[in-house]
Every structure is written in structure tokens, then in C-alpha cells.
């Protein structure tokens, strides 16, 4: 494969991404990085700059993807700050390097944080799930694998469904679980001890941006007295919001929303599909991460010592 181009599996990672074939901001985050280290592997040139412009162009690819789960730009962030080298075999070896050591970081900061997020669940708890978060499920699966019983009732998370995915997991790891219609919400937050979400981007003021819908149970959660909790590894830290960039909430296409038939039946409306919304840090109580649990107001800390004060675009043309 020429400098110039994406490798094949590239292509083929950038639309799994936007068509969610790929999904959940950790799997997108490793499945980035691991395209990346595939450019490098199949860049075939001596020139050291056609190189690393190759690897810049594969990296812009995937960033234009999705634009609100974080992970992505850090994870090309992660391996794209570590590319160096004077010739082509040393660059090559970087990349591929970086990526490998990007999702083994991954892997381990999800046990890490499953075990903090598991310390705060008790015996018997029944927890209430909002869509398909890996780090969510690593907190419930820690705490089962503690020995403590836990219940699932599991919203079934509209328009994708993606409840359906964390139900199958749960009743994989030996949890009970009741699926729900998002609007049963509130209803069942009576019976609930503990709601536990995941994130697609925490911003500067632990803001928690997460799959549409987390925001108005929060709030009913508030309203119930009932614990929330945000299972976040660092990659979902948001670096720009540092400097008072807001995050962009992904409009997804209306067909999700409804099918093509009764939209025509209905007549002349407008239909609109955000995927995320944001809950503000007053309504969420903590942000569990690999390096402990946080205040949603202190995560700027982690997120400063974490990121600094500077966000790059490495895979911008220079
Ligand atoms: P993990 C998902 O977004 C959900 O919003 C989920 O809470 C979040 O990513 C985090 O997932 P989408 O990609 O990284 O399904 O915890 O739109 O797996």
C-alpha cells in the first residue's frame, strides 16, 4: 500500500464507527488505536515525512467518524503523541507500539474501575442500567464477582435498543434482569438502589455527557433519592472543554427514530435523533474512574493533571 492511502481496514473501521457496528466509546476508542498500528503496519515507503503523513491521514478518517465520545481523538492522541523516529521502521514500531499499549491501558483501567464502582454497591442492591456502557457493566460484573447479589433493571434505551446488549450481559454474568421501557423509569426508581451509567465524554465542569435520556434520569433519580453513578475511565475526560469548548452532541439520521411508512402516513413533521445529552454535575453523584471516584465539580483536577491545558491535533497537516 502506497503512502497516500488508507489500508482497507481502516475504511472499514471508520464506517463500522459511524454506522455503530462499532459502538461504545471505549470499543471505539481500541478499535481507533488498533487501525491506526494497522496504517502503520501496511504504509509501504521509505520517506519518514510520507510516513507520518499516511498515519495523519488514517487518523483524520477516523476522527471525522462520530463527534461526541472523547475516547476517540484521545485514543489517536495517545498513539499519534508517541509516533517517533527517524526512519520508517523506528515510526512504524512507535505506532504499533502505542496502540498495543493504548488497549492494554484500556483493559486494565476497566477492571480498575469496576472494582471502585463495585465498592459502592451493596448485597441485594438493584440497580437501574441506561444503554450499553462496558464500564458500567465492569462495576455491576466486580460487584457480582464479589459475592454480593445483584438485581438489574435495565431501560431498554430508544431509538438502537442498546438495553437489549446490557440485558444479554447481565443475565450472561448470573444477574436477574427486568427490561423497561424508558418511559417506565420512574416508576420502577422506587425499587431501585443504585443507578449506575456510563459516558461518552465528561467535560471540565463534570458535566456528564452519555447516551440521550441519562440526563432526565438523573434527575427523577435526584427527585427519588436514589444514588447515581457515572463508570468513566479517563479516556472519556474531555481535554477541550479545559479551555471552554462545549461538546458536540452527534444528530444521528431520523430513520432511527421512525421508519419510512408511518413518517409518510403522519404527514409533514420534522423528526430529530440527538444521541446524547448532558447531565449537569449537580444531578449525578459520582464519577468513578480508574483512579478512584470523584465529585463530579472535582474531576477538573484529574482531568488538568491528566491532560493539561492544551488539547494537539496531531493528525492535523502541519
Ligand atoms: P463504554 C455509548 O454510546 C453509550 O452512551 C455508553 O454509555 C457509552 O458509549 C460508554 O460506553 P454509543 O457509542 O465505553 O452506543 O462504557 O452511542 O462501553
Known amino acids: 500500500m502506497y503512502d497516500d492511502q488508507l489500508a482497507p481496514a481502516v475504511e472499514e473501521t471508520a464506517a463500522a464507527i459511524a454506522s455503530m457496528e462499532i459502538r461504545g466509546a471505549a470499543t471505539i476508542a481500541a ?48 498513539v499519534l503523541q508517541r509516533m517517533e523516529g527517524r526512519d520508517v521502521e523506528r515510526l512504524r514500531r512507535t505506532v504499533v507500539d502505542a496502540s498495543e ?55 431498554e434505551t430508544r431509538p438502537r435498543n442498546q438495553g437489549h446488549i446490557t440485558a444479554e450481559q447481565l443475565r450472561e454474568a448470573g444477574v436477574p434482569v427486568t427490561l423497561i421501557v424508558d418511559s417506565a423509569a420512574r416508576r420502577y426508581l422506587d425499587a431501585v438502589d443504585h443507578v449506575v451509567v456510563g459516558a461518552d465524554s465528561i467535560a471540565a465542569d463534570g458535566g456528564v455527557i452519555n447516551k440521550i435520556g441519562t440526563s432526565g434520569l ?9 444514588p447515581i453513578m457515572t463508570a ?21 439520521d431520523e430513520t432511527e427514530v421512525i421508519d419510512a411508512e408511518p413518517r409518510e402516513s403522519i404527514g409533514e413533521i420534522a423528526v430529530e435523533n440527538p444521541a446524547f445529552d ?33 488539547a494537539e491535533e496531531p493528525w492535523a497537516e502541519p
Open 31 to 78: 478499535g481507533a488505536a488498533e487501525a491506526l498500528a494497522t496504517q502503520a503496519r501496511e504504509t509501504e515507503t521509505d520517506d519518514p515525512a510520507a510516513f507520518r503523513s499516511s498515519i495523519r491521514a488514517a487518523a483524520r478518517a477516523l476522527r471525522e467518524t462520530r463527534p461526541t465520545a472523547v475516547s476517540l481523538p484521545n485514543a489517536l492522541r495517545y
Open 101 to 155: 499499549e493504548f488497549v492494554r491501558q484500556l483493559d486494565r483501567a476497566q477492571e480498575d474501575l469496576g472494582q471502585v464502582g463495585a465498592n459502592r454497591l451493596a448485597d441485594g442492591d438493584v440497580v437501574m442500567t441506561h444503554c450499553h456502557s462496558t464500564d458500567a457493566l465492569a462495576c455491576i460484573e466486580a460487584a457480582v464477582e464479589d459475592g454480593k447479589e445483584i438485581e438489574a433493571i435495565v431501560k
Open 218 to 226: 438523573a434527575v427523577n433519580a435526584r427527585e427519588r433519592g436514589v
Open 232 to 252: 468513566a475511565q479517563t479516556i472519556k475526560l474531555h481535554p477541550e472543554t479545559l479551555t471552554g469548548h462545549t461538546v458536540e452532541i452527534e444528530m444521528r
Open 278 to 310: 448532558v447531565t449537569p454535575p449537580r444531578y449525578m453523584d459520582a464519577i468513578v474512574t480508574e483512579h478512584g471516584q470523584f465529585p463530579p465539580e472535582s474531576i477538573v483536577t484529574l482531568m488538568r493533571e491528566l491532560f493539561g491545558e492544551v
